[in-house]
């Protein structure tokens, strides 16, 4: 993409005409600062949301948030609005780990009352977590349990003791999508979900002890119940194997299924069917069930969190803050043209950001994560959604090989940051270098008036598979 090709529409909102290519529908837009510009020029992610401007009934336009960079089919931190009756759903507009999301939960107790107990605590939530590729748990359900599971998502979960009805009124959607349906998701799907529940994962998924280093919006931070220098616990991850394997199946069947629709697309990682189609709902069923489980998935990592905590030290209930999805598809209300609709906005690598509604944005390790609240301007200017963390801007390879692992803990625990992770290749993988600047990604969406800063965390404690 050429930088000729981009026009500023305001201070930080950019825009790709539909006059650049021939076959876009709706422009694309983009969050940045100037700053940011040459990073995002860098890859193809402005070329694949000029793709996702193509698509059937996109609505708008095309976005994408300022922690942009290049994915599957969408770029990740892309954003786009269908019409219900003649737009598409796109596997690629989600992503393989379905309902990839963030949970914060919130301590009753400051940094200094338990500073000394931080590297105990954090060896015991390592202990108590599984993490790693493949890793299963002992905690392991039955196919007609796991199917309930699919259907009812985290609320399952706490009706078989793994938490608190509490938690359910601070997870989006109550922690489950009820247009859920087992029966589309496929046995080998299941088969690799099966001893996957209450499991992290590897890659960029993590468990992490926080301190509030710095509140931004007392009034804002009350509602949510925090303080500065509290100690919070975010975690990161979502529907493991079977999402994947969801994702799999269905961008092979919509490939199969484009040509009797009539649909082109530019790109093949756009596999994409009518949403109203059978093959649509299908996937819109088993996407759902796929995000039910990684709900389910967060609310048994946080009973094992729980179980860490207490252990280390003693009674102090852990309350969710928070839980937001950042790979999903979801059917909302917007307005269009002065006009309330019904709407499927696909969110990959992006955050809902209601008003009100708390956002959290975490960061690369030895960096910072914030907690936002979505604003009002976010439902006029973004399909109600923000960033969702710093964005890549280094391939896994590439910081494998600027970077050694034991090295960057070496460095992490010079900063007083306790380190548990099973692979030192996967920590170089995730080191801030590969990461935009948390705080220029955050401010953009704050200068957009999408979402306004409450907290600034930062980590004493980082558990990686």
């Given at each position: ?9 305001s201070?930080?909102?950019?825009e790709i ?10 422009p694309a837009r ?5 700053a940011m ?8 992610s402005?070329e694949?949301l ?14 994408a ?9 969408f ?17 690629g ?101 099966q001893?996957q ?15 509030i ?5 007392a ?13 919070v ?28 629709y ?15 189609s ?8 088993a ?30 209930p ?7 999805a950042h790979?999903?598809?979801?059917v ?26 708390p956002?959290?944005i ?9 907690v ?7 439902m ?17 390879t ?18 007083g ?20 600047d ?5 401010g ?22």
């Amino acid at each position: 993409m050429e930088r000729s090709s981009i026009r500023k529409i305001s201070g930080c909102l950019w825009e790709i005409s539909r006059s650049h290519r021939s076959d876009m529908r709706v422009p694309a837009r983009f969050y940045a600062s100037g700053a940011m510009l040459d990073q995002i020029l860098a890859d193809r992610s402005l070329e694949q949301l000029v793709n996702v401007a193509t698509l059937p009934g996109i609505v708008g336009f095309a976005l994408a948030m300022p922690d942009i960079h290049e994915g599957y089919g969408f770029p990740i931190g892309g954003v786009a609005a269908f019409d219900l009756d003649d737009g598409v759903i796109s596997p690629g507009g989600i992503g393989y780990d379905i309902n990839c999301g963030v949970r914060l939960l919130a301590t009753g107790s400051s940094f200094e009352s338990i500073r000394e107990k931080i590297p105990d605590l954090a060896k015991e939530i390592y202990r108590q977590v599984p993490s790693g590729v493949g890793r299963g748990n002992k905690i392991a359900f039955s196919s007609a349990e796991l199917d309930r599971v699919l259907r009812e998502g985290a609320r399952r979960m706490v009706e078989l003791g793994y938490g608190e009805p509490e938690d359910l009124a601070h997870i989006e959607s109550g922690g489950v999508l009820d247009v859920a349906d087992p029966t589309q998701v496929s046995f080998q799907a299941k088969q690799r979900g099966q001893d996957q529940l209450g499991t992290m994962g590897a890659g960029n998924h993590f468990v992490e002890i926080d301190r509030i280093d710095a509140i931004f919006d007392a009034e804002a931070a009350g509602r949510m119940g925090l303080f500065e220098g509290q100690v919070v616990i975010q975690l990161h991850t979502g529907s493991r194997g079977l999402g994947h394997q969801i994702a799999t199946d269905y961008i092979r069947a919509m490939n199969h299924a484009m040509a009797s629709y009539g649909i082109t697309v530019p790109d093949r990682e756009l596999a994409c069917a009518p949403f109203l189609s059978p093959e649509g709902q299908d996937y819109f069923s088993a996407m759902s069930a796929g995000a039910n489980f990684a709900w389910a998935n967060r609310q048994l990592i946080t009973w094992e969190i729980r179980k860490a905590w207490n252990s280390v030290l003693g009674d102090d209930p852990l309350r969710v803050v928070y839980d937001v999805a950042h790979n999903i598809a979801k059917v909302e209300t917007h307005e269009i043209d002065g006009h309330r609709k019904k709407l499927l906005v696909h969110r990959k690598g992006a955050t809902r950001a209601f008003p009100g509604q708390p956002v959290i944005i975490p960061g690369s390790m030895g960096t910072a994560s914030f907690v936002l609240e979505g604003e009002q301007a976010s439902m006029r200017e973004s399909f109600g959604s923000s960033c969702h963390g710093a964005g890549r801007r280094m391939s896994r390879t590439k910081a494998k090989d600027m970077v050694q692992g034991s090295q960057l803990r070496m460095e992490l625990e010079a900063m007083g940051i306790t380190v548990q992770a099973g692979s030192m290749s996967g920590l170089a993988e995730e080191a801030p270098a590969a990461y935009k600047d948390i705080g220029e990604v955050v401010g953009t969406v704050v200068t957009a008036g999408i979402a306004r800063k409450v907290a600034k965390l930062v980590p004493v404690g980082i558990m990686k598979g």
